[in-house]
């Protein structure tokens, strides 16, 4: 019997050591079951367990839901690399990343027919993808838009995103949006006042979001091992 009592204490302390219990609290728990006083092992084992639990807590409101919008028609291009380094920095550090490819999905333009701010209620009368797209932002902390350069400007097919942002998003963000960043790909340095426009007057001043910053990559920058690095460390950053 002693022996099996004392195999199960040895199991405890096993469990404490995988939990991530500090040394010193592992030390003072060994000590008081080598001196039998089992009672005060008990209390010590409570104790541990509230400031584990208490610490699994503080980690999981420090991680956040990201929501990624793509806006490139190209599976391998530049701006899903780009993606593609930031989701896997900002995993790395516990965060929720859906990377929605908006091209492969069937949404179409906005109507300006008013139906979500008046019958609809918030509800936009067009019942396609842009549903699945509504329900992660409204779960987001972070939005970020990333987007090849067409014409100065963000892609066509995420800028019909953005105008379908109106029956959700206007004229308050969803409660628990709050960040915004932005990831941009061009064959050239000087191509993103179109981008830079809607990011300012859209996402910062009209919503209020935070910015969490523009990255952009142009020319040879994009595919450098020294650009994705600086997006996996731009992902694994955000809090």
């Known amino acids: 019997m002693a022996e099996y009592i004392e195999a199960k ?5 096993q ?8 040394s010193e609290d592992i030390q003072r728990f060994v000590q008081v079951l080598e001196a039998g006083q089992y009672r005060e092992a008990l209390c010590l084992l409570k104790k541990y367990r509230q400031i584990l639990l208490d610490r699994c807590h503080a980690e999981e409101e420090s991680n956040i839901n990201i929501l990624v919008l793509n806006g490139s028609p190209r599976p391998g291009g530049n701006t899903k690399q780009m993606v593609a380094a930031f989701r896997e920095g900002a995993q790395s550090v516990g965060h929720t990343v859906e990377a929605v490819d908006v091209c492969k999905k069937q949404v179409g333009g906005c109507q300006a027919c008013e139906y979500c ?14 549903q699945q797209i509504y329900d992660l932002l409204k ?4 939005l970020v838009l990333a987007s090849p350069i067409y014409y100065h400007g963000l892609s066509g097919q ?9 029956a959700v998003a206007y004229p308050q963000k969803p409660p628990r949006l709050s960040k915004v960043a932005m990831i941009l790909s061009s ?4 191509m ?22 523009v990255y952009t990559a142009h020319g040879s920058e994009n ?15 955000l809090k």
């Open 158 to 166: 995420l800028k019909c995103v953005i105008d379908r942002f109106y």
């Open 117 to 130: 701010h008046t019958r609809g209620n918030g509800q936009c009368i067009q019942k396609d993808d842009m």
């Open 15 to 22: 469990n404490l050591c995988d939990a991530g219990c500090e």
């Open 9 to 13: 204490w040895d199991k405890v302390v």
């Open 139 to 142: 779960q987001a902390d972070t």
């Open 187 to 190: 064959g050239d340095a000087e």
């Open 223 to 237: 595919g450098s091992p020294t650009k994705l690095e600086e997006l996996r460390a731009f992902g694994a950053s």
């Open 192 to 213: 993103y006042e179109g981008a830079l426009f809607s990011f300012q007057g859209d996402f910062l001043d009209y919503l209020g979001l935070e910015n969490m910053g």
